[in-house]
């Protein structure tokens, strides 16, 4: 049975509590002094509390306490979990309405005081992930991470997903929609019984896992959780309204958690270190962190070179279904796909191969094609070259284009350049020098899912932005499975 990949994430949002510095000592001291990694995502505004309280301005704060967490979180992994975190408006509210480049703004903007916040705390240290607060996903937000070049988007949230394993979406590796793989050991059960319980879901999830090759699972914590029962952020966030009004030099007077005693805190010490313990001793279980997540699964597609071959065998998958696609350890997503076969068909003449120098996002909006029932080889050719270019210039598929006196959306493109290539180098029989123009219906939309993925205590009741679903569902162009090295 193959060893099951197991990671730690945590995130660290309380800003409020005069206890979190000591928390987050206590907890990282648990992984090591092990040599155990995990992941600390931290709010912006938290590490700006940890600094100020190991400078010795926040007295409610044990100083001492705070530059021990920032020491250890040094030593482990590093994500980061937006600026402000349920301060109104969240990511998605004010990603909603926004469309895909004002969103792309509106988040660079907003979050990023909050990344550089990080960054000034731990001078030198890899951002390696981010995580949204709460239900708060966006898809604006993908584009702008790349940028910063963070390579991971690592949560636990129902809005995309693929199989409850690892894959690629906006250009990022993602851990998202874990769903049966996730283990939530909850700090607040008695420490026998709640580790216990933690480590009946670990043996089930390492049975499946490691029966079918191994895999990822994910056991995610709140700090907050080991000092107080109330969540900090319903508090002063709650049900779309802000109590308070944070302000940069941390003197807000917030609504702080009533605290639990403090022999209930060391129980839920003492339960979260019997489980970590207990897995720390498995052979079948390895504990690993962001980076080496980043590491386990490379995105061997890009940069790449494609030959004639292989092009055959994409435009043979994309003729047959408009999706991802996988020919061994290599995955492409559909933009991929079509981009590949696009730029062999731009060229003057057909080249031996192709490099997938660009991995495009998906078109911006929905358009709708209208287009005869076929067109001539020469005639998608040319399409081909202005795809080719609206990619490069612009890095996303186009909405639309001009092909045959009509307009084509991505997806009529896609398999309009599939059938052109399978013509062009004879591969498949049919009509000489013409293309049937079809428009098949993007698979990978599937895997975005709208319904029940906002139910978060921290947005206004009823809220549902259709619209981020919508541009999550044109952002499927860019999903594709990860495949672990070997």
Aim: aromatic residues 10%; charged residues 25%; proline residues 6%.
């Amino acid at each position: 049975m193959s060893k099951v990949n197991l990671t730690f994430w945590f995130d660290s949002e309380d800003y409020t509590s005069p206890y979190e510095p000591t928390c987050l000592q206590r907890l990282t001291e648990i992984f090591a002094r092990r040599g155990l990694c995990a992941t600390w995502k931290l709010v912006g505004e938290e590490a700006r509390m940890l600094r100020r309280a190991a400078a010795g301005d926040s007295p409610s704060r044990d100083a001492g306490a705070a530059r021990a967490a920032l020491r250890s979180i040094s030593a482990q992994n590093l994500g980061f979990h937006t600026d402000w975190h349920s301060l109104h408006p969240t990511v998605a509210e004010y990603c909603t309405g926004a469309g895909w480049d004002e969103g792309q703004r509106r988040f660079e903007q907003t979050e990023g005081p909050g990344l550089q916040a990080l960054r000034e705390a731990f001078p030198g240290k890899t951002v390696v992930c981010y995580g949204q607060a709460g239900a708060s996903w966006a898809p604006q937000a993908y584009p702008v991470l790349r940028r910063w070049g963070i390579p991971l988007y690592m949560d636990e949230a129902g809005h995309v997903g693929l199989d409850e394993q690892p894959f690629y979406y906006g250009g990022l590796l993602n851990v998202l929609r874990l769903r049966r793989f996730c283990i939530r050991h909850r700090g607040h059960r008695p420490p026998q019984e709640g580790a216990a319980e933690a480590l009946a879901d670990l043996d089930r999830i390492v049975g499946e896992l490691g029966g079918r090759g191994g895999g990822l699972a994910q056991c995610w914590w709140h700090p907050n959780e080991w000092y107080t029962d109330q969540w900090w952020d319903g508090l002063n966030f709650g049900a779309g309204v802000n109590r308070v009004s944070p302000q940069p030099d941390g003197r807000t007077a917030y609504h702080v958690p009533e605290p639990v005693s403090a022999e209930e805190r060391e129980r839920r010490f003492a339960s979260a270190e019997a489980f970590v313990d207990a897995v720390s001793r498995r052979d079948d279980v390895r504990v690993c962190g962001g980076e080496d997540i980043v590491a386990m699964y490379p995105d061997r597609a890009r940069g790449r070179t494609f030959t004639q071959g292989e092009l055959v065998r994409v435009a043979d998958a994309l003729g047959d279904a408009l999706s991802y696609q996988r020919h061994g350890d290599i995955t492409l997503s559909a933009a991929e796909a079509a981009y590949l076969l696009a730029t062999a068909l731009a060229a003057p003449a057909l080249p031996g191969e192709v490099v997938l120098d660009v991995s495009p996002d998906g078109p911006a909006t929905r358009a709708q094609p209208a287009l005869p029932e076929s067109t001539g080889v020469d005639e998608v050719r040319r399409a081909a070259t202005d795809f080719v270019a609206c990619v490069r210039g612009s890095g996303r598929l186009p909405d639309a284009l001009g092909l045959a006196g009509g307009t084509a959306d991505p997806a009529c493109l896609a398999a309009a350049f599939a059938a052109a290539y399978l013509e062009a180098t004879g591969s498949r029989a049919g009509a000489a020098g013409r293309v049937a123009l079809t428009h098949p219906r993007l698979l990978a939309e599937d895997h975005v899912r709208g319904e029940g993925v906002w139910g978060w205590s921290i947005f206004a009741e009823g809220f549902n932005p259709t619209d981020l679903i919508e541009l999550g569902r044109l952002q499927a162009w860019t999903l594709k499975p990860a495949v672990a090295a070997r």
